[in-house]
C-alpha cells in the first residue's frame, strides 16, 4: 500500500496577505516609537524656588527676581503670578519697562509697564499677556504657599521648568 500523495501547501493571495502584513507593519512601528521614547527621553528638570515670606506680597506689589529670571505680581483677585522671564522663541529674557504707557490698556488698575524681548521688540502685559509682536504668553510657573517646618511661616514657592 502507497502512502497518499500530499498536496503542496496553498500560497496566500494577495488580498487574504493584507491584513496580517499590516498588523505585522503597525506593530513594528508602535515598537519601535515606544524604544524611540525610550531611548530619547526629554530633558525636563524641575526646580522649586523660595521666593520669599508670603507677608511680602501684596496686591498691586511687583516683585523682581533676576537672579532666578523671574518677576512675581500680587494679582487683584489675592494670588500670585509668577513670570518667566526666558522667551522660548527668541531665548531672550524679558525686560521690565515700567513707565511703558502702552501696557495701561492692558495691565490690572491700568498701570503703565510692560515686558519686551529685547531681540525682537514683542510686548506683554505685566501678567504675561501677549501686546504686540508675539500670540504666545510669557510662562507662567505653578506658585505654591507652603508653610515651614515649624508652622510659623508662610513661604511662598515657585516651579520652574528647566532652569
Known amino acids: 500500500m502507497t502512502a497518499p500523495a500530499s498536496e503542496p501547501p496553498r500560497r496566500l493571495t494577495a488580498r487574504e496577505a493584507i ?4 498588523l505585522l507593519l503597525i506593530s513594528m512601528i508602535g515598537l519601535g516609537a ?6 530619547n527621553q526629554p530633558d525636563i ?3 522649586i524656588v523660595d521666593v520669599g515670606a508670603l507677608d511680602e506680597f501684596a496686591i ?3 516683585i523682581e527676581r533676576p537672579e532666578d529670571n523671574l518677576y512675581l505680581y500680587g494679582m487683584p483677585d489675592g494670588r500670585i503670578r509668577a513670570l518667566d522671564m526666558r522667551i522660548q ?5 524679558a525686560e521690565w519697562i515700567r ?4 501696557g495701561r490698556a492692558h495691565n490690572p488698575g491700568a498701570e503703565p509697564g510692560v515686558f519686551r524681548d529685547p531681540c525682537d521688540g514683542a510686548t506683554w ?3 504675561g499677556n501677549a501686546i504686540s509682536g508675539s500670540n504666545v504668553p510669557l510662562r507662567t510657573p505653578v506658585v505654591m504657599v507652603q508653610g515651614d ?3 510659623r511661616s508662610q513661604r511662598v514657592v515657585v516651579e520652574v521648568i528647566n532652569p
Open 19 to 22: 491584513g496580517p502584513t499590516a
Open 34 to 39: 515606544v524604544v524611540w521614547g525610550y531611548l
Open 45 to 47: 528638570r524641575i526646580a
Open 60 to 62: 498691586g506689589r511687583f
Open 89 to 93: 522663541g527668541t531665548g531672550c529674557i
Open 99 to 102: 513707565d511703558e504707557e502702552a
Open 125 to 127: 502685559s505685566m501678567i
Open 149 to 151: 517646618i515649624q508652622g
